[in-house]
């Protein structure tokens, strides 16, 4: 009966760094990119995971150490090793592997992120499993047939502007594979957000893992994102905020003409009706224009224009001077 300590080379005491250590060692040794031509080190690949997976999960552990779990996760029916002083193990159900929207999930309640071990060796994380958890089947003598493993998921990051991420811009990304393809962002799009492309990762001996992209947002130099609202301080002339005018302003989509008031002081907040980001239902927030009035420095008709004129109200008085 195979045992898991064996099959990583630790002892039964090994603390969870001295398995997670071994495990990285020989994942590097046997990952099916580096053995293309040797189908031995799948095999074994496929049989050092199961170790590792097996033992990371502290319950499954104590499951096998007590004899009631065999190698592959069938109940010894009381004729197993007890007290941990014997072989044996256990991969049941209950612990497959699977991968989901927002990123790996292991078997334990903390998960077991393969990420650190492969990154930077095979360009993201390890995609072991396909179907349930990559081991199934029938195989001679009662045992379990193991699955080839797929290929390591890849990690992208992705940079969206602001007004890309408002209007949901169609954004183009280049693969490991030097190909190129366009992604359309989701509605409801928030940084973080992550998108899995399906057999879009690294080959695999059971086929592509997955690509995984996460979305990062990235800082403008005008528009600041306030919740569903995309904000934006406008400078303004004198004449154009004492007159009132026309002025052209930037929004997620291009410029459109907005019309200032006559009278309109700095600080005034105008909104541009459905220009902000796209909600999850499809409706939009709105666009948020703050006027700035700027004086011109030093004009010498400007002041002349303005000597012997005084605003009598006292601005200042709400502040108790």
């Known amino acids: 009966m195979a045992d898991p300590y064996s099959i990583l080379g ?15 060692k020989l994942a590097k040794e046997l990952h ?24 990371s999960d502290k319950d499954k552990r104590a499951r096998f150490d007590r004899g009631e779990i065999d190698i592959d996760g069938n109940p010894t029916m009381g004729f197993g090793y007890g007290g941990g002083g014997g072989p044996g193990g256990g991969y049941g159900g209950a612990g497959q592997r699977g991968f989901r929207a927002d990123g790996f999930e292991g078997f334990s309640g903390e998960g077991i992120d393969l990420g650190d071990i492969f990154d930077g060796l095979f360009g993201g994380r390890g995609g072991m499993g396909g179907g349930a958890g990559g081991f199934g089947g029938a195989q001679p003598g009662g045992g ?15 940079g969206v502007s602001l007004p890309d991420a408002a209007h949901l811009a169609t954004q183009r990304i280049t693969l ?22 399906s057999g879009k990762g690294e080959p695999g001996p059971g086929g592509n893992g997955d690509a995984l992209v996460t979305i990062q947002f990235q800082p403008h130099p005008f528009f ?31 410029p459109v003409m907005m019309t200032v008031a006559p009278g309109s002081s700095s600080g005034k907040t105008l909104r541009l009706k459905g220009k902000g ?26 002041v ?11 601005l200042r008085a709400r502040l108790g001077v």
């Open 277 to 302: 980001f796209t909600r999850k239902d499809g409706s939009r927030g709105d666009q948020l224009v703050t006027l700035e009035v700027q004086l011109p420095e030093n004009d010498e008709d400007l």
């Open 304 to 314: 002349q224009r303005l000597e012997g004129w005084r605003d009598p109200r006292n």
């Open 144 to 158: 379990r047939s193991r699955a080839a493993p797929k290929g390591a998921t890849v990690q992208y990051k992705l």
């Open 224 to 254: 600041r994102r306030d919740g569903d609202n995309l904000r934006l301080d406008v400078p303004v002339t004198l004449d154009e905020a004492v007159r009132g005018a026309k002025v052209k302003v930037p929004t997620a989509e291009g």
């Open 176 to 197: 490991a594979d030097g190909k190129t393809i366009d992604l359309k962002l989701p509605k409801g799009v928030e940084d973080g957000t992550q998108m899995r492309l």
């Open 32 to 55: 099916p990119d580096r053995n293309k031509d040797n189908p031995d080190a799948a095999e074994r690949f496929s049989e050092v995971t199961r170790a590792y997976d097996l033992l």
């Open 10 to 24: 630790v002892a039964r005491s090994a603390s969870e760094k001295d398995i997670k250590s071994a495990y990285r």
